[in-house]
């Protein structure tokens, strides 16, 4: 394992994606690899930062109203298959 | 027996309390595809309707969130992407580069106070620019993977591309909002200490932006991109990763 495996395997890991071995050598790579340890709190951040920023913004309430009156009507019509 | 009546108005009961439940998803991921709340709400509407309408063809087992998604994935496609855009170059190894050159210079920096925050200052209206300069593409799979959970396998089956496909674009899409991320946290003064990083210029990409508050430099930040991606030379869609152990027949530990 070299740094340069761990940048470009470094979201899988945080996926929990790569096998037991390799995943095992990630681990000690980092442990002895300031630089790629760093990189990977970092990428593990900013992933904490976007999902919390980028994350639910909840729907207004007037589309629950809106997508019921919608089923409503549907059921009104023949619409259904 | 159950009259037909009675049997539809079950059916559609079922319905209703299968999939409200996921109306703040689907409107937060239809802002972030749409870029705004009009828009947005459209699309969940006509969502919902057609899963309403179709709810017999729901195969009982799969995930039904990731079918209510790939719902309102064709419905955006068909809706706001009709026009076959002009793909959108990009240079990918441009970008690792200036992402490692940000890295290289700052990672104690970013990462020397472990409770907070990593950009606790940064404008919310920051983060969504970062997202919107994403292609389209690469936002999807960032937004599915990263804010809604899917898996690799479900977001293949929501966007109707092989695993390897949305892993290469998990890949880019998340370097490259890693990447502008850190950009803006230098240019906007978030990386607090070390000294700033002098960027080289692209003037092809380069466009006119206002002058920061702290009239900082300007820097090749990407703007918003609404265009199909077209990598350059001989990058393809689907890469090897090399995430398994030596054993061979499985390409991806996907459980």
């Known amino acids: 394992m070299v740094c340069d495996d761990v940048k470009r395997i470094v979201y899988f890991y945080l996926d929990g994606q790569v096998g037991e ?20 709190e970092i990428s593990r951040r900013l992933r904490q930062f976007i999902a919390k920023r980028l994350g639910p913004h909840s729907a207004p309430a007037r589309l629950r109203t809106r997508i019921q009156e919608g089923f409503a009507s549907l059921r009104g019509s023949s619409a259904r298959p | 027996m159950k009259s037909a009546e009675a049997f539809e108005q079950e059916q559609a009961w079922d319905f209703e309390k299968a999939a409200m439940p996921y ?23 006509e969502t919902y309707l057609k899963a309403y309408k179709y709810y017999d063809k729901f195969e009982e087992g799969t995930n039904f969130k990731a079918w209510l998604f790939k719902i309102m994935k064709n419905t955006f496609i068909n809706n706001y992407r009709k026009k076959k855009l002009t793909p959108h170059k990009i240079d990918f190894s441009e970008i690792e580069e200036s992402y490692e050159r940000v890295i ?32 389209h593409d690469y ?18 089956e929501i ?12 890949y880019r899409g998340r370097k490259m909002l890693e ?3 850190l950009e803006y946290a230098k ?8 000294e700033p990083v002098k960027m080289r210029s692209r003037k092809d990409e380069a466009k006119p932006r206002k002058k920061s508050a702290a009239g900082t430099e ?8 609404d265009e199909e991606v077209e990598l350059f030379a001989a990058e393809t869609e689907e890469f090897d990763f090399e995430l398994e152990d030596e054993e061979p027949e499985e390409e991806f530990q996907l459980e």
């Open chain 2, 159 to 170: 966007l109707d591309c092989p695993v390897g496909t949305v892993m290469s674009r998990l």
């Open chain 2, 23 to 45: 109306v703040d998803s689907l409107y937060n991921t239809a802002y972030r595809m749409t870029r705004n709340s009009e828009d947005a709400e459209d699309l969940v509407q």
């Open chain 2, 104 to 135: 290289q210079k700052n990672a104690p920096d970013l990462i020397k106070d472990p409770e907070s925050e990593i950009f606790q200052d940064m404008m919310d209206e920051d983060v969504k620019r970062a997202l919107d300069s994403l292609p």
């Open chain 2, 179 to 181: 990447r502008t991320l």
């Open chain 2, 187 to 194: 240019k906007y003064g978030y990386i607090r200490s070390g």
């Open chain 2, 139 to 156: 936002k999807m799979v960032v937004l599915l993977a990263d804010i809604e959970g899917f898996s690799y396998k479900e977001i293949a």
């Open chain 2, 218 to 225: 300007e820097t090749d930040i990407v703007e918003p991109a």
């Open chain 1, 21 to 40: 071995q390799k995943k095992g050598a990630i681990t000690s790579h980092l442990k002895g690899c300031r630089n790629c340890d760093d990189r990977v």
